[in-house]
């Protein structure tokens, strides 16, 4: 695979970064680059295995793995907690017959036990809104 310019921009974003990325996200970063351009380097990076492409919510996300992880995502705040498992003992105990499995990406959605998440949908406050004290 050839490294252009944008695709070692590109690159260079997802590893700066602390989580997933939307191709929208990278593209705020870079806006030289086009959105298409983005999107296409992306699906380049995901068949050759250098990034992952995760399907969260309403749009994928792309993240470089240097260590294999899973994720729980809470339904509440939308919190993304990385955790880990032994994925061999995984692949053993999800032996399917004429089946070779190649990867396994679990996504637990739940709700996280932050104060934040305790209220209501309702009762929480608005996000980058504060509160007016009483």
């Given at each position: 695979?050839?490294?252009?310019?944008?695709?070692?921009?590109?690159?260079a974003v997802l590893t700066k970064s602390q989580g997933a990325l939307s191709?929208?996200?990278?593209?705020?970063?870079?806006?030289?680059?086009?959105?298409?351009?983005?999107?296409?380097n992306l699906e380049t990076f995901v068949t050759h295995r250098q990034i992952?492409?995760?399907?969260?919510?309403?749009?994928?996300?792309?993240?470089?793995?240097?260590?294999?992880?899973?994720?729980?995502?809470?339904?509440?705040?939308?919190?993304?907690?990385?955790?880990?498992?032994?994925?061999?003992?995984?692949?053993?105990?999800?032996?399917?017959?004429?089946?070779?499995?190649?990867?396994?990406?679990?996504?637990?959605?739940?709700?996280?036990?932050?104060?934040?998440?305790?209220?209501?949908?309702?009762?929480?406050?608005?996000?980058?809104?504060?509160?007016?004290?009483?």
């Amino acid at each position: 695979m050839k490294q252009t310019k944008s695709r070692q921009e590109i690159l260079a974003v997802l590893t700066k970064s602390q989580g997933a990325l939307s191709a929208n996200e990278i593209q705020k970063q870079l806006p030289h680059i086009n959105l298409a351009t983005i999107y296409r380097n992306l699906e380049t990076f995901v068949t050759h295995r250098q990034i992952k492409k995760l399907s969260f919510a309403d749009e994928a996300r792309y993240e470089i793995q240097e260590t294999p992880h899973h994720h729980a995502i809470c339904a509440q705040c939308n919190e993304v907690i990385h955790f880990t498992l032994n994925d061999k003992k995984l692949i053993k105990e999800f032996a399917l017959p004429d089946f070779t499995i190649e990867d396994i990406e679990i996504t637990i959605r739940g709700k996280c036990h932050k104060k934040k998440c305790s209220l209501d949908k309702k009762d929480r406050p608005q996000t980058k809104q504060k509160q007016k004290p009483k």
